[in-house]
């Protein structure tokens, strides 16, 4: 959940919604309302949330496929990519 780097803590509130508190404006932020993660123009993805992200690509990337391509690379050879890049971000 704590995709962005600037993200210092995540809980529900008192009715089930996620909140998760900015480290840039000092508050909690709705993120079930859209007031947070992917609709922020601060929102910096942290190198573990990238990684875990692309292993779910490569994973997936077979039931995705188009004659055994995956935007445009053949779906073993995008596996690999994503999960090598995966790698390379948690070193």
């Known amino acids: 959940m704590n995709?962005?780097?600037h993200c210092m803590g995540v809980k529900k509130?008192?009715?089930?919604?996620?909140?998760a508190l900015c480290e840039c404006s000092g508050q909690w932020e709705?993120?079930?309302?859209?007031?947070?993660?992917?609709?922020?123009d601060g929102q910096e993805l942290t190198p573990d949330y990238v990684a875990?992200?692309?292993?779910?690509?490569?994973?997936?990337?077979?039931?995705?496929?188009?004659?055994?391509?995956?935007?445009?690379?053949?779906v073993t050879e995008f596996e690999q990519l994503m999960t090598i890049?995966?790698?390379?971000i948690m070193r």
């Open 3 to 5: 995709s962005c780097k």
């Open 30 to 40: 709705n993120v079930t309302l859209g007031d947070c993660f992917n609709n922020c």
């Open 52 to 74: 875990k992200r692309l292993e779910q690509l490569a994973y997936t990337a077979y039931s995705w496929h188009i004659n055994d391509k995956v935007v445009g690379i053949l």
């Open 13 to 19: 509130n008192e009715i089930g919604e996620q909140l």
């Open 85 to 88: 890049a995966a790698q390379m």
